[in-house]
């Protein structure tokens, strides 16, 4: 095991972190003065209350900087976001307003009362910087690892799909350098099922739980993930013991991808501890958001189509032979069949092109074919900028599509869908959705499946946003579309 590199990951951790949150607190009390008592600053130098702010807003980041450390903040094992993270940071926050409410109660003041607007403006600001500061330290942290060589390996406990699908997420995750050393047997090394077998192409399974301090050493392991249930309550507590001297994180997997992590509550209920589910269902409230997020957007949208549609048009129709708008027929809400509507992409009668549509209908492959020889040079374009899809803002206001949701499927495609995935046939189907911003067409078919499934299961306002926001990036950078 390799404690020096874990030892340095810490250090640069903790002093990258630290210099940040000293320059964004110091820039969000200096935020919140301007904002409170305006930009001119220099008029106000020579009066004596601008002591008491310089005075207050050192005492606020001192105390704001302590707490944060004894609330081990700047712990590496912290650099994941979770609302508990959020929590703790705004419960700092308050804390730190406090202790100047409180350090003002003591000093002497008589030509001047303490704002409470400046309060408010320095509580919301550290938040803000506090958690956006996060999100940058994560990244430039990630990129010092790299630059080092530092990689996070990771050793998974259980052979199963569970396993593989973390195997799989922790692979993606470019900012965690992540290296899957490989997966551990928790029994005595029985063979792995067929099914699974081909999945665990590209990891290997090192062995069984009897010799994990082995495989520990050998591939210099710093996290483990338990990600499965075969493990019973004496082999879990052997196995802790077992790995208690080394510096490890470990974490475990509660099956549950399915589920956001903020509708998820961890108790401890007699001793046993508890994962509380909020349920969500579809009621009026979520039906009107959906209508008004529906033909807000879908208006927008509308006006641009219309003033696109001309140039496109005209493109399409020198580019090749046939219409400028395509109708296809597709599987809506609980398995309806709609007509929807995209610009033409490719060559005039694709569909007589036989290999190709078969291929094309091919679960294995899942649906989709990177370098198809029907689409047209302005096709090419159509599909990479995402507008090929700007028509079926139609569809939305006949009201068979929404703008956000599972995306529409073709009746061969829809016809192969196995009944746990038929669930996401149950919402209006989209323009865009989740898995469209999570990848697109380089995500396989099984994970665009699961990430449909944890939109219907975790919809939200929020969620929305973030997909229409994402939504406008990926179309900008023109990523993971063919």
Same mark, same amino acid.
């Given at each position: 095991?390799?404690?020096?590199?874990?030892?340095?990951?810490?250090?640069?951790?903790?002093?990258?972190?630290?210099?940040?949150?000293?320059?964004?607190?110091?820039?969000?009390?200096?935020?919140?003065?301007?904002?409170? $008592? =305006? +930009?001119?600053?220099?008029?106000?130098?020579?009066?004596?209350?601008?002591?008491?702010?310089?005075?207050?807003?050192?005492?606020?980041?001192?105390?704001?900087?302590?707490?944060?450390?004894?609330?081990?903040?700047?712990?590496?094992?912290?650099?994941?976001?979770?609302?508990?993270?959020?929590?703790?940071?705004?419960?700092?926050?308050?804390?730190?307003?406090?202790?100047?409410?409180?350090?003002?109660?003591?000093?002497?003041?008589?030509?001047?009362?303490?704002?409470?607007?400046?309060?408010?403006?320095?509580?919301?600001?550290?938040?803000?910087?506090?958690?956006?500061?996060?999100?940058?330290?994560?990244?430039?942290?990630?990129? +010092?690892?790299?630059?080092? =060589? &530092?990689?996070?390996?990771?050793?998974?406990?259980?052979?199963?799909?569970?396993?593989?699908?973390?195997?799989?997420?922790?692979?993606?995750?470019?900012?965690?350098?992540?290296?899957?050393? =490989?997966?551990?047997?928790?029994?005595?090394?029985?063979?792995?099922?067929?099914?699974?077998?081909?999945?665990?192409?590209?990891?290997?399974?090192?062995?069984?739980?009897?010799?994990?301090? /082995?495989?520990?050493?050998?591939?210099?392991?710093?996290?483990?993930?338990?990600?499965?249930?075969?493990?019973?309550?004496?082999?879990?507590?052997?196995?802790?013991?077992?790995?208690?001297?080394?510096?490890?994180?470990?974490?475990?997997? @509660?099956?549950?991808?399915?589920?956001?992590?903020?509708? &998820?509550?961890?108790?401890?209920?007699?001793?046993? @501890?508890?994962?509380?589910?909020?349920?969500?269902?579809?009621?009026?409230?979520?039906? +009107?958001?959906?209508?008004?997020?529906?033909?807000?957007?879908?208006?927008?949208?509308?006006?641009?189509?219309?003033?696109?549609?001309?140039?496109?048009?005209?493109?399409?129709?020198?580019?090749?032979?046939?219409?400028?708008?395509?109708?296809?027929?597709?599987?809506?809400?609980? $398995?309806?069949?709609?007509?929807?509507?995209? $610009?033409?992409?490719?060559?005039?009668?694709?569909?007589?092109?036989?290999?190709?549509?078969?291929?094309?209908? /091919?679960?294995?492959?899942?649906?989709?074919?990177?370098?198809?020889?029907?689409?047209?040079?302005? =096709?090419?374009?159509?599909?990479?900028?995402?507008?090929?899809?700007?028509?079926?803002?139609?569809?939305?206001?006949?009201?068979?599509?929404?703008?956000?949701?599972?995306?529409?499927?073709?009746?061969?495609?829809?016809?192969?869908?196995?009944?746990?995935?038929?669930?996401?046939?149950?919402?209006?189907?989209?323009?865009?959705?989740?898995?469209?911003?999570?990848?697109?067409?380089?995500?396989?078919?099984?994970?665009?499946?699961?990430? /449909?499934?944890?939109?219907?299961?975790?919809?939200?306002?929020?969620?929305?946003?973030?997909?229409?926001?994402?939504?406008?990036?990926?179309?900008?950078?023109?990523?993971?579309?063919?």
């Amino acid at each position: 095991m390799n404690t020096y590199t874990l030892r340095r990951k810490r250090i640069y951790f903790f002093i990258v972190l630290f210099i940040n949150d000293v320059l964004f607190l110091t820039t969000a009390f200096i935020a919140a003065f301007f904002v409170r $008592f =305006g +930009v001119d600053f220099i008029d106000i130098l020579g009066k004596k209350f601008i002591l008491y702010y310089i005075l207050y807003s050192l005492f606020g980041i001192a105390v704001i900087i302590f707490l944060l450390i004894f609330n081990r903040l700047y712990s590496i094992e912290n650099l994941h976001p979770g609302l508990d993270i959020n929590i703790k940071l705004l419960l700092n926050t308050i804390l730190g307003i406090f202790a100047i409410t409180t350090l003002n109660f003591y000093v002497t003041r008589d030509d001047y009362l303490l704002s409470r607007a400046w309060l408010i403006y320095v509580a919301v600001f550290v938040f803000l910087f506090l958690f956006i500061g996060r999100i940058i330290v994560r990244r430039i942290v990630s990129y +010092v690892f790299k630059l080092a =060589g &530092m990689k996070r390996n990771v050793i998974i406990i259980g052979v199963n799909e569970e396993a593989r699908r973390v195997a799989s997420t922790f692979s993606k995750v470019e900012l965690d350098n992540a290296n899957i050393a =490989g997966f551990v047997d928790p029994g005595k090394g029985q063979k792995i099922s067929e099914d699974l077998e081909g999945q665990f192409r590209d990891f290997r399974v090192l062995g069984n739980l009897e010799n994990i301090r /082995d495989h520990i050493e050998k591939n210099s392991i710093d996290t483990i993930v338990i990600s499965t249930s075969d493990l019973k309550y004496d082999e879990l507590l052997e196995f802790l013991e077992k790995v208690n001297d080394y510096d490890l994180e470990i974490l475990m997997s @509660p099956s549950l991808f399915e589920f956001s992590v903020s509708r &998820m509550r961890m108790f401890d209920y007699g001793g046993v @501890p508890l994962i509380q589910l909020d349920q969500i269902r579809e009621n009026w409230k979520m039906r +009107v958001t959906k209508f008004v997020i529906d033909y807000t957007i879908g208006l927008l949208l509308l006006i641009a189509f219309l003033l696109i549609y001309p140039v496109m048009a005209l493109a399409i129709k020198l580019d090749s032979e046939g219409p400028v708008l395509y109708r296809q027929e597709r599987y809506g809400e609980n $398995f309806r069949r709609i007509k929807i509507y995209k $610009f033409r992409t490719m060559v005039k009668d694709a569909e007589k092109y036989t290999e190709i549509v078969q291929q094309l209908y /091919d679960k294995e492959g899942g649906f989709k074919i990177k370098d198809d020889p029907r689409i047209t040079r302005a =096709g090419k374009f159509l599909r990479k900028t995402s507008l090929d899809e700007l028509p079926q803002i139609l569809n939305v206001f006949r009201g068979e599509l929404s703008v956000i949701g599972p995306r529409a499927l073709a009746i061969q495609e829809g016809d192969q869908l196995e009944e746990w995935e038929k669930k996401r046939m149950t919402v209006n189907q989209g323009i865009t959705g989740l898995w469209q911003v999570s990848g697109r067409s380089d995500l396989n078919y099984e994970e665009r499946m699961k990430l /449909d499934l944890f939109y219907i299961h975790n919809w939200s306002v929020l969620l929305e946003i973030k997909i229409i926001f994402l939504t406008v990036l990926r179309i900008l950078f023109r990523r993971g579309a063919y």
